[in-house]
């Protein structure tokens, strides 16, 4: 299972929804926007999810700005693994 | 000049304005050099918006919550891209972060029907031919 999962439909959706300038952006910026749109919108799920990261010395900060620097949900969801056809 | 004449000329207005303003951002859709042979050096927006005016009906699902595919029994829903030129934007980087990782080599991974573009994987998972994610 995932670290993400609970969250993963909402944080799609979230980007799906933003507009082109929203999204051409620096990633501090949307880093500091997906940030306040957990925090807000899924305040419960994001403690929780947290709290599940910590215990892997994890940082949702890290993540979240690695997955909006490299374009692909699956590094922030699968970091170590690779797509099945690499 | 009649609504369907107007159309295709309104979309690639669309796509070149699209272009533009991302090369006026500085944006880099340019696939690099390494990735598979069709898609080394290509620019991944070009080739997004050149692929769904080839699909029209993939587009139309990616941008219509309730659009039913034929033989299919779900659609998009809340998971729809908000605009076209979003759905552009994301799909070009996705599609050049992918193959870039020589995890596509083909049109045919970018709409394969389980992992692809259009697909149940793609609207819940929001990664193209990654099963894993």
Same mark, same amino acid.
């Given at each position: 299972m995932s670290f993400a999962e609970p969250l993963k439909n909402d944080l799609i959706r979230f980007a799906r929804k933003q507009s082109l300038v929203w999204h051409q952006q620096n990633v501090d910026i949307k880093l500091k926007f997906t940030l306040y749109f957990l925090r807000t919108q899924h305040p419960h799920k994001t403690l929780k999810l947290r709290k599940q990261l910590k215990k892997y010395q994890l940082d949702l900060e890290l993540l979240l700005r690695k997955a909006l620097s490299s374009h692909l949900l699956s590094e922030f969801i699968q970091p170590a693994k690779k797509s099945y056809r690499a | 000049m009649s609504i369907f004449k107007i159309k295709p000329l309104l979309s690639l207005l669309l796509s070149s304005l699209l272009l533009s303003c991302a090369l006026g951002h500085g944006l880099n859709y340019t696939i690099a050099a390494t990735a598979p042979p069709l898609f080394a050096k290509q620019d991944a927006l070009a080739y997004t918006i050149n692929l769904l005016e080839n699909h029209p009906e993939i587009k139309q699902r990616l941008l219509e919550p309730t659009h039913l595919t034929l *033989?299919?029994?779900?659609? #998009? !829903? $809340? !998971?729809? #891209? @908000?605009s076209e030129s979003t759905m552009l934007h994301l799909i070009a980087l996705q599609i050049k972060a992918m193959a870039e990782r020589n995890a596509i080599q083909s049109t045919e991974d970018v709409l394969d029907?389980?992992? *692809?573009? @259009? $697909?149940k994987n793609h609207k819940d998972k929001g990664t193209i031919n990654n099963p894993l994610s």
């Open positions: - | *033989g299919e029994d779900w659609a #998009y !829903q $809340s !998971q729809t #891209y @908000g029907p389980e992992f *692809g573009i @259009g $697909s």
